[in-house]
C-alpha cells in the first residue's frame, strides 16, 4: 500500500463484506422459508439474490429470512422492506426474477409491479 | 457475501465457558445444514457483557444470546439460521428487538463507545476489517495531508488526558518530546496493566489491537519517532498474540515500516512482554524492564519524555489513550470535547466489578453518575443489598460512598473528595462487607508488589499490613488506628513512587468514611482480648 487511495479500495471492499452488521441498511429483504416456500424453491431465490448483491456490489441490503407468511400458494415470497415506506411482497418468484427484484427494486428504485402480490 | 453474520466474542471468560468449542460446532453444524455460503462465524473481542457465559451475536438481525451451551448449538442453526426463527430462551433479556447495541438497549443506553466502537463489532484478526471502520485513515490522512505539529496541536487541542491513570495532559507531554533534539526517540504503550480488577486493556487490546497500534504511529509521527513498543503484561496471551499478529498484518500492507504511504515516514513496532511485576506498570520501571534491567522505578526528573528507553527522549502512553488518538485525529479536537466535561473531556472506559448484577466492559462520556453506572448500566446491587462504597481506579482508588452517588464524575469533582479516576475498574461494594477486612485485603497486595527500593514503602506496606491484622484479628486498639493513620500519610509524602504513594489511597479514604467500623473492631477486640500491661 502505498497511498490513501489503496487503503481506501481496501476499505470498501471489507465494508461491503461487513455490511451484514451494520444495522443502518436502506433496504430490506426478505425471503419467507416456511416450509412451503422451500418446497417452492425459496432456497434458490435466496442464492440468487446474494449472489446478484455481491455481483453488484451493493451494500446497503441486508437479506434476511421469514417462516410462512401465510400465504403458501404464492410462494416463493420475497418481500422489500424501506423504512417508511410501504412493504412491498412479490408472489411466486422464480431466481430469474429474484435477479431482477435486486437489479430494478434495489438497484434502480423500481417496483416491479406485475409481480407485485401485496402491499401492506 | 454472506447474508448473516455469527458474532462470538472470544475473551478469557468466555473461553473458559467453552466459546472456542462452540464456535466449532457452529461451523460444523452450519456446514451440516448447507448454510456456508450463507452464514459466515466471526469471532471478535470482548462485548463487554460478562457472567453471562457464552455470548453471541446473530446478525443482520442483531439478536444477542448469552449462556449459550454446546446443546444449543444445533437449535440456533436450525432455528434461527435456517428457519429465521428466534430462539427465545437464550436471548439476552435486556437487549429489546431490533436494537442498535450501542444506541438503545439499556445497558448500552449510556454508554458512549469511542475506544470500544469496534469492539465486538470487527474480527481483531482481521487488518482489513479495522480498515473498513475507517482503521489507518487518520495515519494515512496525517502523513499526507498534515505536519507533525498540526498533528500535535490537534491532540493538544482536544484536551485529552491521558488515561493510564494519572490524567496527564497527552498534547503536552508529546510536546515536551517533540521538542527534544534527538535522532532517536521511542514510543511505549503500556500494557502492563495489573490494577486489581481492572482489564480494560487486556479487552481493548484483544478487541481491536490495530487502533492502539494507530496510535502508536499517530504519536511516533508527531514527536519524530521511528520505533515503538507495546509492553504487555506477560500472563496477556491472547493480547500479545492478536497484537503480534496484527503487527504482522500492518507490515505486510505497507502500514509499518520504510516510507509509509510514501511519505518517506519510518516506523515500526514491536512487542516486548513483562514478567509479572505490578511495580513495572509504572514508566520509568517499565522503561528498566524492557532495557533488560530489574524493573524499579527511576529518580525523577528528568522525566521520560526528555530521558527515557536508552536514555533518548520516550512517550508512555496507555492502551486506552493511544486507542482514542486516531479518532482525534479523524473527527476533531471539538467533538472530542463535546463529550465528557470541560475539565475532563472525552469517554472513559471502565471495568465494573464486585457486589454488581451486570458487571463488565463499559464506556461512558466522563461527567456520568456513579449511580447511573451502578443502577442503570451495572442493573443494581444483588440480593437487594444496599450500597456501601465504590472504589474508583484499582487498588489505589480513591473511596466514594452513598454521599457521592450523584457526583459528576470528572477529575476536578473526583480530587474535591479526595479520589481519582484511575486506571480503570470500579469495584462496588455492598453492605454485608466489613471495610477493616476489605483494606487488610488492598494491604496485602501493596506488601506483596512493593519493589523494596525505598524504605518507606518496602517497611510501610509491611507495617500497614500488621497493624492492619492486628485489628482484625482480634489484638488491635485505637491506638493502633492512630499509628495507621499516620503511617499512611507519610508515606503519601514520602515513598518514591506512585506504588508507595498510593497505597495508603484506599486505606485513608476508608477511614474518612468508615471510623467508626474501624473502632467498631478495636473496641470489639478489647472486650475480647484482655490486653496485658
Known sequence: ?120 | MHRIHVIIAMDPHTIAQGARSIKDALVKNIDLAGLNQDVRVVETGSLGIYNKGVVLVVFPDGIYYTGVKLEDVSEIVSEHLVKGRVVTRLRYSEIPEESRAEEKAPRFGKQVRVVLKNAGMIDPESIEEYIAQDGYEAFGKALTELTPKDVLKIVTDSGMLGRGGAFFPTGMKWGFAAREKSDEKYIICNADEGEPGTFKDRLILEGDPHAVLEGMCLAGYAIGAHMGYVYIRGEYHMSIARVRRAIEQAKKQGLLGKNIFGSGFDFDIQVREGAGAYICGEETALIESIEGKRGEPRDKPPFPPSVGLWGKPTIVNNVETLATVPQILLKGGDWYKSLGTESTPGTKVFTLVGNINNPGLIEVPLGITLREIIYDIGQGIPNGRGFKLAQLGGTTGGILTSEHLDLPLDIINLRSVEAGLGSGAMLVVDDTHNVVELVQNFAEFFNHESCGKCTLCREGTGRLVELLHKLTSGCGSEKDIDLIERLAGHMMKSAFCGLGQAAPVPILGCLRYFRDDFIAMAQQNQQRVPVSA
Open chain 1, 1 to 120: 500500500m502505498k497511498t490513501l487511495a489503496d487503503l481506501r479500495a481496501i476499505k470498501e471492499k471489507a465494508k461491503l463484506e461487513m455490511a451484514t452488521r451494520e444495522q443502518t441498511a436502506k433496504y430490506r429483504l426478505v425471503v419467507a422459508m416456511g416450509t412451503c416456500g422451500i418446497a417452492a424453491g425459496a432456497r434458490s431465490v435466496m442464492t440468487a439474490i446474494i449472489d446478484e448483491i455481491s455481483k453488484r456490489g451493493i451494500s446497503d441490503t441486508v437479506v434476511t429470512q421469514t417462516g410462512c407468511l401465510g400465504y403458501c400458494d404464492q410462494e416463493p415470497l420475497v418481500q422489500v422492506m424501506q423504512p417508511d415506506k410501504t412493504v412491498i411482497t412479490y408472489g411466486k418468484i422464480t431466481p430469474e426474477l429474484a435477479r431482477r427484484i435486486v437489479a430494478e427494486h434495489i438497484g434502480r428504485d423500481q417496483v416491479i409491479s406485475d409481480h407485485v402480490f401485496m402491499q401492506s
